[in-house]
């Protein structure tokens, strides 16, 4: 049996069919217009609102660019698209810098930058250490991003709920095709799990009132609600009648 386990380039997948197609037309529109008048904002006030101009740009390429899968840089970066994404990139990683300072900027813009110019994608069926075996640019970003946590973690003290959402997020449906009818997606362990840590998350939250507490059960609600979207079947299976003997 082979052992299933997700890769960096599953994962930006997993999260853009989490999200359906018709919030990220609205979502990245409204960025857009946000964009749009940060610009205006920008020409008229000058330096002073920079840090909007950046959060606006950021949003809007989150939403455009969520999941994206680029093919190696060397053909990528020759397309109008790949130009885009790269200053993208720049542009989150400035605001990062901005808001959050040099670690933020490093973890995160150095994840996405990995993620351009990393080796090949996980073969379907490919064990995950195989994969990060071949592609230590993988293991690379996967630090980052775990360095990234634990900063965060340290510096917030809110050790309990991004321990909530890390573990929702392990306990996501690793086999992006897998479809399955609502009622047995509801009734798997996982879920029961997840639910779990929503109610831990809100026990925390009442415990220790704050914005992100408050907001850290929803999150988790959120992607579980996301993920059993994601892995429910549209119809019922048709049933598989054997083929005649002759």
Same mark, same amino acid.
């Given at each position: &049996?082979?052992?299933?386990?997700?890769? $960096?380039?599953?994962?930006?997948?997993? &999260?853009?069919?989490?999200? $359906?197609?018709?919030?990220?037309?609205?979502?990245?529109?409204?960025?857009?217009? &946000?964009?749009?008048?940060?610009?205006?904002?920008?020409?008229?006030?000058?330096?002073?609102?920079?840090?909007?101009?950046?959060?606006?740009?950021?949003?809007?390429?989150?939403?455009?660019?969520?999941?994206?899968?680029?093919?190696?840089?060397?053909? /990528?970066?020759?397309?109008?698209?790949?130009?885009?994404?790269?200053?993208?990139?720049?542009?989150?990683?400035?605001?990062?810098?901005?808001?959050?300072?040099?670690? $933020?900027?490093?973890?995160?813009?150095?994840? /996405?930058?990995?993620?351009?110019?990393?080796?090949?994608?996980?073969?379907?069926?490919?064990?995950?250490?195989?994969? /990060?075996?071949?592609? $230590?640019?993988?293991?690379?970003? &996967?630090?980052?991003?775990?360095?990234?946590?634990?900063?965060?973690?340290?510096?917030?003290?809110?050790?309990?709920?991004?321990?909530?959402?890390?573990?929702?997020?392990?306990?996501?449906?690793?086999?992006?095709?897998?479809?399955?009818?609502?009622?047995?997606?509801?009734?798997?362990?996982?879920?029961?799990?997840?639910?779990?840590?929503?109610?831990?998350?809100?026990?925390?939250?009442?415990?220790?009132?704050?914005?992100?507490?408050?907001?850290?059960?929803?999150?988790?609600?959120?992607?579980?609600?996301?993920?059993?979207?994601?892995?429910?079947?549209?119809?019922?299976?048709?049933?598989?009648?054997?083929?005649?003997?002759?």
């Amino acid at each position: &049996m082979i052992e299933q386990r997700t890769s $960096p380039e599953e994962m930006r997948e997993l &999260m853009r069919n989490m999200v $359906p197609a018709w919030m990220r037309v609205l979502f990245t529109g409204v960025s857009l217009l &946000m964009v749009a008048f940060a610009v205006v904002s920008f020409l008229k006030n000058g330096v002073r609102s920079w840090s909007f101009l950046l959060t606006t740009l950021t949003m809007a390429g989150f939403w455009i660019f969520v999941g994206e899968q680029p093919p190696p840089a060397r053909t /990528y970066l020759k397309r109008p698209q790949g130009i885009l994404y790269l200053l993208w990139i720049a542009v989150f990683t400035a605001w990062l810098l901005h808001d959050g300072g040099w670690i $933020p900027a490093v973890c995160l813009g150095g994840a /996405y930058l990995l993620g351009l110019i990393g080796g090949e994608h996980k073969h379907e069926g490919e064990a995950w250490w195989r994969y /990060y075996l071949s592609n $230590p640019l993988a293991v690379v970003s &996967m630090l980052l991003l775990f360095l990234y946590v634990a900063w965060l973690a340290w510096t917030t003290g809110g050790w309990v709920p991004i321990s909530c959402i890390v573990a929702t997020f392990l306990l996501a449906e690793r086999d992006i095709k897998a479809r399955r009818r609502l009622k047995e997606n509801l009734i798997k362990r996982s879920v029961a799990a997840r639910v779990g840590l929503a109610a831990a998350a809100g026990l925390w939250a009442w415990s220790h009132p704050s914005y992100w507490n408050a907001v850290t059960p929803i999150i988790i609600l959120i992607l579980l609600s996301s993920d059993i979207y994601l892995h429910t079947s549209s119809q019922e299976e048709p049933l598989a009648l054997p083929h005649p003997q002759s």
